[in-house]
């Protein structure tokens, strides 16, 4: 019988690592290996590559990478995206429409407000379409790319890019069934298993479910999540693998509450209405990877990926205080979105001897076909009546102070209904050449093809049509200091398809950028000490914002600049203390002077929204044994400076704020954990994020959770 050794290759951490505690499933992200049975011959079997990667190592790459693994998702509870991005430096939330999808922005750039976050899953998109909040029960390790990463990538965006490596199947039997309970009323129960069917078959399956009140009153989700894969040693140099992920999400939209100056609020007050029930979002994927190692270190890697998700679900939501009432103005929409997207990806690497000089070469190009469906019906009364929202139902306000929410809901009437249809064609190329044993240099570009058609279905299913096509360059170059440590810097230009249409039903030209960056990394494992430090200018052209009327429509603002520092430690203070830190500071504004909607004047230098010129956090672990026991706990403190929280009006501040949160974790028994966290341990009142006055979400307060993990 043969053996097999299956080698995940993911890049080394250089963010929040943390030694692992001596359990089976515990494998550290560096490098996942598992083993069958009792053998004759052996067989090494290299894991898939990094897509558009090649075989580049990351402390050669000319770029800043902050990477978190699975291990310190646990210690720490965080079981979202959202959260687990508030470790990485420069990233910062956005108004995550009503808490129904992941928004953020890196070095002060996000991306369209009216859909989710773009980012990858093993490098496929997984940002078009709607697939609701991010778990991370399948997550081995999480990179964020900094800077713009369409010169390989495409349709990035400049600030950076988050790429999640899934968990991969192994040979050897292991696995878990954790319990959770939290605050209020908070439960969720994962699983991991994997196993080899075969000499060459291995079966993974891992997932959650996960049903939760809130500190919003009324406000109650559940959320179900499974991610079977299959991975198949074809041949000695041949593997084939796939992976589905499957998720139902129900939860309320809740654009948080109306703050009024110099009135006090209930950060629990509801503003929405029950009767409108949840909006369920379902969503596919499928990706299917195949690599082909060839002579020498050369391989081919290609891939396929199908999503298919939907989002529907009434709301009600806040428009704005009236103050002769004391009642907040409401609207009513109703909103049925399905997106379907298919991708798939080319690529071969390896490295050469050319001209007396080492080249580590890539050459891919991908595609992709993607249809998003919308339907928006709405209900909004624009005159404001006198008294009471009670002396005016057909109004639909309701109090301030004391909400009172309602069995009979307004009807609405179509305001929305298209269909996007976009296509895009790439080829890219990159080429890192060592000049010398200590410099490196890296020349890439890529070359873009893209179409959208939109058709208005209540315009007589009038349709518009764009096409364009676009080159961007990247260059860079690195310096090794000694081994253990590297200057680099770095120009890259980026492009990106702008979704969706004005008010008038026109498209949009893509976004574009340039960026510069120069900054250092170090590795100096003997002292347990590692990081990243970096200066960086980006700016950005065809910006949109969303329309406050909410009806969907997008302008564009024109350009915007964005600049900063970040600087990412990892430093073992001793045998058994690790501390890890991360500091941005970004200064990101609006580059010229744009009015917008004929009353919106942005003044050059405004300010981008929910992008603090100061942020960062810092965390501790310490290894203890007590009683028998082994075991670790410690704090995260974050801290997130004074932002912008009305990007039109700019005049509406979100004040700073600075979070710890506590976390211990100990080993019972050689298959038993036990692991604790409290949340916001000062009860820190804070507000997470903002659109407007109108829309502006309360953080949560202190919470508990306690878990128990059974490993086999």
Same mark, same amino acid.
């Given at each position: ?8 290759? *993911? ?15 515990? $494998? ?14 052996? *067989? ?6 990094? $897509? =558009? ?25 965080? !079981? ?29 750039? %996000? ?38 990463? /369409? ?47 075969? #000499? #060459? ?16 009153? !009324? ?6 999540? @499974? ?69 020498? #270190? ?10 298919? &998700? ?56 991908? %595609? ?51 269909? +996007? ?57 690195? =310096?090794? @200091? ?10 890259? +230009? ?18 574009? /950028? ?26 950005? $052209? ?34 058994? !203390? ?12 609006? $580059?010229?002077? *744009? ?10 230098? %405004? ?36 932002? @912008?929280? #009305? ?14 949160? @506590? ?26 994020? &903002? ?22």
């Amino acid at each position: 019988m043969k053996r097999h050794t299956f080698k995940q290759q *993911i890049t080394p951490l250089s963010l929040c690592i943390s030694i692992a505690l001596s359990t089976p499933m515990l $494998a550290h992200a560096a490098d996942t290996t598992a083993t069958v049975k009792e053998d004759v011959e052996v *067989i090494e079997v290299t894991g898939l590559r990094n $897509a =558009y990667r090649g075989n580049v190592q990351e402390k050669d790459l000319p770029q800043s990478i902050s990477t978190i693994s699975f291990e310190t998702l646990e210690l720490t509870g965080i !079981t979202g995206l959202q959260d687990s991005l508030a470790l990485v430096s420069g990233v910062t939330r956005q108004n995550d429409f009503g808490g129904l999808w992941d928004m953020f922005a890196i070095r002060g750039f %996000a991306g369209d407000e009216n859909l989710p976050s773009a980012y990858l899953i093993n490098g496929f998109s997984a940002g078009r379409g709607f697939s609701g909040n991010r778990d991370m029960s399948n997550v081995e390790v999480m990179e964020v790319l900094k800077g713009p990463s /369409s010169a390989l990538y495409g349709r990035g965006e400049p600030g950076g890019t988050v790429n999640i490596i899934t968990k991969k199947p192994q040979f050897d039997q292991q696995g878990y069934i954790k319990l959770t309970a939290g605050s209020f009323n908070t439960y969720r129960a994962e699983a991991d298993f994997t196993t080899g069917l075969t #000499d #060459d078959l291995a079966f993974r399956v891992n997932g959650a479910y996960e049903d939760a009140e809130s500190y919003r009153d !009324t406000v109650e989700s559940n959320k179900t999540v @499974l991610t079977p894969s299959f991975l198949y040693q074809l041949s000695d140099d041949t593997i084939l693998s796939y992976e589905l992920e499957y998720l139902d999400q129900q939860t309320p939209m809740d654009r948080g509450v109306v703050v009024v100056e110099g009135k006090d609020f209930s950060a629990s007050n509801f503003y929405g209405e029950p009767a409108d029930g949840p909006v369920e979002i379902n969503a596919m994927g499928h990706q299917l990877q195949l690599q082909h190692d060839l002579a020498g #270190d050369w391989a081919i890697n290609a891939g396929l990926s199908y999503r298919t &998700s939907s989002f529907e679900g009434s709301a009600t939501e806040p428009r704005w205080y009236d103050a002769d009432g004391n009642y907040i103005v409401r609207q009513r929409r109703y909103r049925d979105f399905d997106a379907e997207d298919l991708s798939a990806r080319f690529e071969f690497s390896g490295s050469a001897d050319l001209f007396g000089l080492q080249h580590n070469l890539l050459i891919g190009a991908d %595609a992709y076909e993607y249809e998003l469906e919308r339907l928006i019906l709405r209900y909004r009364h624009n005159t404001a009546p006198a008294g009471s929202p009670e002396s005016a139902p057909e109004y639909y306000a309701i109090d301030y102070d004391n909400p009172v929410y309602r069995d009979a809901l307004p009807d609405m009437i179509d305001n929305t209904s298209d269909l +996007e249809e976009q296509s895009g064609q790439g080829i890219y190329f990159q080429d890192q050449i060592d000049l010398s044993k200590d410099w490196k240099v890296m020349f890439g570009m890529r070359y873009d093809n893209f179409s959208q058609d939109i058709t208005y279905r209540l315009d007589n299913n009038r349709k518009t049509s764009t096409s364009k096509s676009y080159f961007n360059p990247r260059v860079g170059l690195v =310096y090794e @200091l000694s081994d253990e440590a590297r200057l680099y810097t770095s120009y890259s +230009e980026g492009a990106r398809p702008n979704s969706g249409t004005d008010a008038d039903g026109n498209g949009h030209e893509p976004e574009e /950028s340039k960026s510069y960056e120069i900054g250092m990394k170090w590795d100096y494992a003997e002292f347990g000490f590692s990081g990243t430090a970096a200066l960086f200018s980006t700016e950005k $052209a065809n910006i949109l914002a969303s329309s406050p009327n909410g009806d969907g429509t997008t302008e564009a603002i024109g350009k915007a600049e964005s600049e900063g520092f970040e600087l990412d430690l990892s430093y073992e203070l001793t045998d058994s !203390t690790l501390v890890s830190m991360s500091y941005a500071y970004i200064d990101a504004q609006n $580059a010229k002077e *744009i009015t917008l909607w004929d009353w919106y004047v942005i003044e050059e230098g %405004a300010r981008l929204g929910n992008v603090p010129e100061h942020s960062g956090s810092l965390m501790l672990r310490q290894f203890v044994e007590f009683g028998g026991f082994e075991g670790s706990g410690g704090f995260v403190v974050q801290y997130v400076g004074t932002q @912008l929280g #009305d990007f039109l009006e700019q005049d509406y501040d979100l004040p700073n704020y600075t979070l710890v949160n @506590l976390y211990a974790n100990v080993t019972l028994t050689e298959n038993l954990e036990l692991n604790l966290n409290i949340d916001n341990l000062l009860d820190e009142e804070y507000y997470a994020n &903002s659109y407007s006055e109108a829309w502006t979400m309360p953080g949560e307060p202190r919470s508990f959770k306690a878990s128990m993990k059974y490993l086999f």
